[in-house]
């Protein structure tokens, strides 16, 4: 048997064990789609569109917030509550990563643990890396693997808010912020542009002698909203109180989730949503490629550091330096 015919016959055996809810398969899948091999990359790309046909059939939900909002907690209690109703829960949790040393904590399964020991979840723990918005440069990509799985629910949290948002919402269905009171101003911690993404605000810890205070956050958010009249037809931006530490508000939370997707694929704009999502990364991976492609030249290589070092030194500008690398891509303006 040639080599093609044996690793497009590795392919059929992986894609047929996700397909039977193989997690060690899935897991080896993933692992496979963030490698940056070129050999791994062909792989991936052909596994996936095996796996293509079926792909599509989960809730999408982004789940993002400030630092210290509960976010592990809740994805941690909403998921034990949705594996006891039946559902499939596929998590994927983006870690931080460092800018100095490249390393992440990937301790979700450990902020997870009673959800990461249910046979009917996935956790998914993967670095950041340099890529914006808290999400992985294959987030999309283990979302339809965990698709393919039988996963009918995927929650994708996110690193925080701190970075662009819309990359988070331009692969999910509905997109969740989870808010926490008592940390001074409660519109300081958080941005103008994360409202207007936001299909619902989750006030988390409203437990205690905090239930004040989150009801009183909640009203702060339903104000912010009605004034920045977000532009999502069809559907006012939800804003509730929960307690993940108590499960105390979960299923509504899960409710007005349900209420979203349902809407949107009623009026067929699901549909519209995830295919133009699907061009959005189509031109993505185009650019990231072109750049590396670029790059891996090394006469442009050599050039790249040079002009990065007259821009470190200050001897020339960055618009002047980018152009330069322009020219020496071949690009030119056009009329």
């Known amino acids: 048997m040639s080599d093609a015919a044996t690793s497009k016959r590795a392919v059929e055996q992986t894609a047929e064990a996700i397909r039977a809810g193989d997690r060690v398969a899935l897991a080896r899948a993933i692992t496979l789609v963030e490698s940056a091999k070129p050999e791994d990359q062909e792989a991936a790309q052909t596994l996936l569109e095996t796996l293509l046909p079926h792909t599509g059939t989960s809730i999408r939900v982004g789940i993002s917030g400030v630092p210290g909002a509960g976010k592990s907690t809740l994805i941690d209690q909403l998921g034990l509550n949705l594996v006891a109703q039946g559902h499939k829960v596929a998590v994927l949790a983006v870690d931080p990563t460092s800018s100095r040393s ?54 994708v949290e996110t ?40 299909d619902i605000i989750a006030v988390n810890k409203a437990d205690g002698d905090n239930v004040e205070r989150a009801n009183r956050a909640a009203m702060e958010y339903k104000t912010a909203l009605h004034i920045l009249a977000s532009g999502q037809s069809g559907w006012d931006p939800q ?63 050599r050039h790249w550091r040079e002009l990065e070092d007259k821009v470190r030194a200050g001897a020339m500008t960055a618009g002047a330096a980018a152009e330069e690398l322009g020219r020496l891509a071949g690009l030119k303006n056009s009329d």
């Open 159 to 198: 690193v925080g808010v701190g970075q662009s948002e819309t990359a988070v919402s331009n692969m999910v269905d509905v997109f969740v912020v989870v808010a926490i009171a008592g940390a001074g101003d409660e519109l300081q911690g958080i941005k103008r542009g994360l409202l207007e993404l936001a």
């Open 239 to 301: 804003v509730l109180t929960l307690s993940a530490r108590d499960n105390r508000g979960l299923d509504a939370l899960w409710q007005k989730v349900g209420e979203r997707h349902a809407g949107l694929k009623t009026s067929g704009a699901l549909a519209a949503r995830r295919a133009d999502q699907a061009v959005s990364w189509m031109r993505e991976i185009f650019d990231q490629r072109l750049l590396a492609a670029f790059k891996g030249g090394r006469r442009a290589a």
């Open 102 to 155: 490249g390393g992440s904590i990937l301790g979700d399964k450990t902020r997870m643990g009673r959800l990461a020991s249910e046979p009917s979840a996935f956790i998914r723990p993967s670095p950041a890396g340099d890529s914006l918005g808290g999400v992985t440069k294959t987030t999309r990509e283990t979302i339809a693997l965990a698709e393919a799985a039988g996963y009918d629910v995927v929650l």
